[in-house]
């Protein structure tokens, strides 16, 4: 067990941003919303959190700025897809390109600069526990609320009227403009939610996981994390634990290749982005599984007047 414990507490900290930008992406998916531009808000979130930390030496700041950055760039795609009804997928595809290039652009100068970065916890005597303590008592602040996000936005989606509101948005903005909810101001609201928590996904690979800037640092996460979405069947509980899954995968690639075993780095490095693949494959082949909890109107656009 003592050998586990750090390919575990490795495990959580991988997990940990994928997280965040999947269940924001739980939340804007409810609404019968696609934003497949997660990679791009992602970098430019951990390049904006980078830049401010570095300048302020404040993490709260940093995280601050990285989900305004993640916001501003949800309301482009919001204002592109909700107000100008242009296509979904494409206006996604067209985000992420953008912020794999601004933000290349952006931290230029800051690449290679490294951060004192975001300190684990210290909890008197529960952090000095064997075992238990490097296990769930030896995090960063932001793997805590990682956790904290998860339980509100179960209880707001499964235990509120406004989370039941979203999900019959999802399912019929039709039916539910007709009875006189706000169809694009709720749409609105959840694709500013799912930028800020993509924004701060990238902020956590910049500030805590790895802190310095390096260009796409993200590396196809937000991919995984739209995945993960698909894979939990847009429910929150099922995401978290598929994110843990492929943080585990992640981390397992990392120490067999520091075990020296003898297949190809470049194999091993693969694994997490095959095993997405390859669940994907796996549950597509029954379509029921994924047409049970999918929005009916998920990528469809929806104007008032229409």
């Keep these: 067990m003592m050998a586990l414990t750090p390919v575990i507490a490795s495990t959580v900290v991988a997990a940990t941003p994928l997280i965040y930008a999947a269940l924001g992406e739980v939340v804007v998916e409810r609404t019968g919303v696609l934003n497949l531009g997660i990679e791009g808000m992602m970098l430019v979130g951990a390049v ?23 916001v501003i760039l949800a309301f482009l795609f919001g204002f592109l897809t909700l107000t100008l009804q242009t296509n979904q997928v494409a206006t ?14 952006a931290g230029h ?27 769930l008592f030896h995090y960063d602040i932001m793997v805590y609320l990682s956790l904290v996000l998860f339980f509100a936005i179960q209880w707001f989606l499964s235990r509120t009227r406004s989370g039941l509101l ?19 101001r709720m ?14 996904a990238g902020a956590y690979l910049s500030l805590v996981q790895t802190p310095m800037w390096v260009e796409n640092m993200t590396a196809g996460k937000g991919w995984i994390a739209l995945a993960l979405v698909v894979f939990g069947t847009w429910k929150p ?12 995968v992640t981390v397992v690639q990392l120490y067999a290749q520091g075990f020296g075993i003898a297949i ?3 194999f091993l490095s693969m694994l997490p ?20 909890n999918q929005p009916a109107s998920l990528g469809r656009s929806f104007h008032p007047d229409a």
């Design 187 to 200: 749409r609105y609201l959840a694709v500013l939610f799912g930028g800020a928590t993509a924004g701060i």
């Design 264 to 266: 190809p780095s470049e």
């Design 273 to 292: 982005y095959a095993a997405t693949v390859l669940v994907l494959v796996l549950i597509c082949r029954d379509p029921k599984t994924i047409l049970l």
């Design 92 to 105: 996604g595809l067209a985000l992420t390109l953008f912020g794999v290039g601004f933000s290349a652009f």
């Design 48 to 70: 904006a959190g980078f830049a401010v930390a570095l300048h302020t030496g404040s993490m709260v700041l940093g995280m601050g700025a990285a989900a305004l950055a993640g």
């Design 109 to 135: 100068d800051f690449a290679g600069t490294p951060l004192p970065g975001l300190r684990p916890l210290q909890i008197p005597f529960l952090s000095d526990l064997p075992i238990v303590g490097p296990l």
């Design 237 to 248: 509980l099922r995401v978290v634990l598929g994110a843990y899954l492929f943080g585990g």
């Design 166 to 184: 979203i999900r019959a948005v999802g399912e019929s903005p039709t039916v539910a403009h007709a009875i006189g909810h706000p169809v694009i």
